[in-house]
Nanobody
């Protein structure tokens, strides 16, 4: 069992940056692959990025590749999403997720979810 709490969202101008954090409870954080998803109004939740248990493998959606960077600090039970060169189309609620099965890009791959943090990019 793991609980996830996101932070770091907010309002930013296009071209700006934000760093999202996701703090996880429990002693087994390093046993989970971690993912970030987002959901814009009226749209389905979509994959943004994922990172393996050790942090050695990372994956990105094509729409954020080269702009976003996922990382994790297993000593702090925290996963991060550094978002640069933000665009208006990045506006969404961003969700942190954890999987004790495997690293994936589908919502069904993940067992646990945070409550989400709003990111709004003004143009």
């Amino acid at each position: 069992q793991v609980q996830l709490v996101e932070s770091g969202g907010g309002l930013v101008q296009a071209g700006g940056s934000l760093r999202l954090s996701c703090a996880a409870s429990g002693r087994t954080f390093r046993s989970y692959a971690m993912g970030w998803f987002r959901q814009a109004p009226g749209k389905e939740r979509e994959f943004v990025s994922a990172i393996s248990m050790s942090g050695g493998s990372t994956y990105y959606a094509d729409s954020v590749k080269g702009r976003f960077t996922i990382s994790r600090d297993n000593a702090k039970n925290t996963v991060y999403l550094q978002m640069n060169s933000l665009k208006s189309e990045d506006t969404a609620v961003y969700y942190c997720s954890a999987s004790n099965r495997y690293l994936g890009s589908e919502t069904s791959d993940y067992n646990y979810w945070g409550q989400g943090t709003q990111v709004t990019v003004s143009s």
